[in-house]
């Protein structure tokens, strides 16, 4: 039968727009097939897989090792595929046409004018990753520059197009194909959701090559066989470094797209719960609009053809060139910058959906309504990778665990099932030496503003973020300044300080006034006027070759802390844990200060005051020695902590 507006007027004046021609545009391995799949169970649709194809390779020369195959099964003539294949009087009432967006190149903008259209982006390491498998990916290859133009063209016709991601595809079927349905005007069908596996006849020619994983498949399952195009398909790896220059090209690109993409719809006779949206939505953006948390379009919410817009994503294009942004040059964390944190993934567990996706630095965000951000509801480790292995993971995850136990808060994971996490994050990077790792745990997401833990959607949020991070060699070998500041540590009863929560005022607040000294690091008292701590390591002194460390009863119980108690032990180093005043202080002849991130750090000066040469003592200098052995130890004995 014709499809309304179906009569074509070359001249395009007056040539009827057809509703329902859908074209809908991506680049590769986007499970544009899939989805192409969906669409051809439902009994009203006619689809065609990339009927551009021979056009396209006419056209530009491109290579392929089918090319001969596509020109015998294809009209090479675009225009005239156009007209009598695209625009054309149809056996079906709807026509779904799968295109690579590249192989618009050389046509007008007729079948812009007279048809609907959707554009299918996916992250594009994972585009370039798949796509380098089978042939040697370009800018153009990747469809990028050309689904921003189609965007572009189809705004300025006053039509801007649905944008899916396969990301969202994958993740929640159902949903993201009811919102698609709603946006082209078309009731949802069910059988939509599933098809038989095995090539299709409407298959293409170069099938073969590329579908071999889908036709394994009989819906868009996240953990089915590999298929190339899925985006859970197989546990992510370092790409190549040759082919980094191009993924730095695409994501601006991909970004722009991004904002604009649907949202899940849920099926209107399902209740929409206070905030139960996909605010948690794996991607890591903060959201703030007021339908639900995540802004998940409901029967009784936005239109559905809302599309995400820049407010809720408005850093997308993220920090280029951290190298310059303002780092400590002295002090307990000076580090050396590193440019190649500007690109590292960051690895996010959406509490809602369950997800773990790594997510690029520039776009990695999480919700104005998590815990963390709007209480400090939460708990974190500060780790290293040495020669592969994390330093010292199974007390840090203790630790962790034990927090959040304390805080009545349940991670729904395993210590060795948080460690893969970080590991899959920090492999994916290609990360080894001289790493930084902070692993962050908040309550998860709330449906309002409100401190009750009782009212938390989903589990906890999760967040990997691994930077190359080196820690820089003057102050451990030139030693730091600290300030006793007027801040106290508290007791257990108030707000325990074994906790290493996020709630870090207390500590902030010391900082501030060891900043507005000139110092390094604040050196802090408990209720008894008693040296405690730093705000952000942990303090010894060296006094009769006796190395002093205050109890932990009013500070972080530190795991570097620890080891070089531990270390002092195993050497012979007298060692003792007590409460001492500033003035014992003063007068030491060493003092220095452990953290994850330096290990051991000399202090040659307290309130004005130096100690001892004012130079690193043989007794820290030593025990830096000790430490370094003792991280080669750990890294040597690998990942043994996975498997106890």
Known sequence: MAAPGGSSDVGGAAAAFDPLSIHCWSGPRCVSTSLMYAWAQRSDTQVLDEPLYAHFLTLTGAERPYTQLVLQSQDSDGRRVVQEQLLAPRRKPVLYAKHMAKHRVGLGPELLRRARHVLLVREPA???????????????????????????????????????????????????????????ELPFDPAMLSWPAGSKPYDGVWAPWWYKGTHSSTGFERDGPHNGESPAARPPRPLPDHLKPLLEECRPLYALLRRRALRPLRAPSVPLPLGDGDDGHADGKAVANGAGVGGTAAAS???????????????????????????????????EADSRNDNVLIGMRDGVTGDFELVWRPEAKVSVFDSGFMLGDGVWEGMRLHRGTLMFAQ?????????????????????QQLAQLVY?????????????????????????????????????????????????????ERGIRLFTCHVRRGAPDVQDPGWNSHSKL?????????????????????????????????????????????????????????????????????????????????????????????????????????????????????????????CDEQAAAGRAHLHP
């Open 424 to 476: 899959d994050t920090v492999d994916s990077n290609g990360m080894r030496d001289h790493i930084h790792i902070r692993l962050m745990v908040t309550r998860g997401l709330k449906p309002t503003p409100y401190q009750n833990p009782a009212i938390t959607l989903g589990q906890p949020t999760v967040v990997v973020i691994p930077e190359h991070k080196e820690a820089a060699a003057g102050p451990k």
């Open 301 to 335: 919410g936005p239109s559905v053809g809302e599309w995400r817009e820049g407010a809720a994503a408005a850093q997308a294009g993220g920090p280029r060139g951290s190298s310059a942004v303002q780092r400590p040059k002295g002090g307990t964390h000076a580090y």
């Open 506 to 630: 207390n500590c902030i607040a010391a900082c501030i006034q060891a900043n507005k000294a000139g110092a390094d690091e604040a050196l802090m008292l408990d209720p008894h006027g008693f040296v405690a701590t730093c705000n952000s390591t942990n303090f010894f002194v060296v006094r009769r070759d006796e190395v002093w460390a205050p109890t932990t009863k009013y500070q972080m119980p530190g795991i570097t802390r620890h080891n070089t108690i531990r270390l002092c032990r195993a050497a012979g180093i007298p060692v003792r844990e007590l409460d001492f005043s500033l003035t014992q202080v003063y007068s030491a002849e060493e003092a220095f200060v452990t953290g994850t991130f330096a290990g051991q750090i000399p202090v040659t000066e307290v309130d004005g005051r130096r100690i001892g040469s004012g130079a690193r003592g043989p007794t820290v200098q030593r025990l830096q020695q000790l430490y370094a052995a003792l």
């Open 395 to 415: 007390e840090h995850l203790d630790r962790l665990f034990e927090g959040t136990i304390a805080l009545d808060m349940d991670i729904g994971l395993s210590k």
């Open 126 to 184: 994972a585009v370039i990753q798949s796509f380098s498998e089978v042939l040697e990916p370009t800018l153009t290859e990747t469809c990028y520059p050309a689904l921003l133009e189609l965007y572009s063209e189809l705004r300025v016709l006053g039509r801007p197009p649905p944008v899916v991601l396969s990301d969202d595809l994958v993740r929640d079927p159902e949903g993201m194909l009811r919102a698609l349905c709603a946006a082209l």
